[in-house]
């Protein structure tokens, strides 16, 4: 059974930093492109960063420049590092994974099969 666990959200100021993590288990890193994605109450979940196995990354164009997508193979997980975060920010985080490539990275929710149960990112102004 595939399992992936968020965590690394939580409360931060206008400005601030975040690291999310993703573990996951049941579900090899590296082996098919994954991905982060955000929803916030009463809006679609948009993707806002996508990796694939050569590290060939994709972003929003909301937060190319401050957010950095990275997978490890050797802890078997996935991490979104998120810089001079806004308000807009704000959201649940959902890692994503299992999308059917390799080698493509994809911003796409309807590609993916395995999902987190999220975690929260909060940034006041």
């Known amino acids: 059974e595939v399992q992936l666990v968020e965590s690394g959200g939580g409360s931060v100021q206008s400005g601030g930093s975040l690291r999310l993590s993703c573990a996951a288990s049941?579900?090899?890193?590296?082996?098919?492109?994954m991905g982060w994605f955000r929803q916030a109450p009463g809006q679609v979940r948009e993707g806002v960063a996508g990796?694939?196995?050569?590290?060939?990354?994709l972003y929003a164009t909301s937060v190319k420049g401050r957010f950095t997508i990275s997978s490890d193979y050797g802890n078997n997980s996935l991490y979104l590092q998120m810089n001079s975060l806004k308000p807009v920010n704000s959201a649940m985080y959902f890692c994503?994974?299992?999308?059917?490539?390799?080698?493509?990275?994809?911003?796409?929710?309807?590609?993916?099969?395995?999902w987190g149960p999220g975690t929260q990112v909060t940034v006041s102004s």
């Open positions: 049941g579900y090899t890193v590296r082996t098919g492109c």
């Open positions: 990796i694939d196995d050569d590290d060939n990354t």
């Open positions: 994503a994974a299992g999308c059917g490539s390799r080698f493509r990275s994809s911003l796409d929710r309807l590609e993916y099969h395995y």
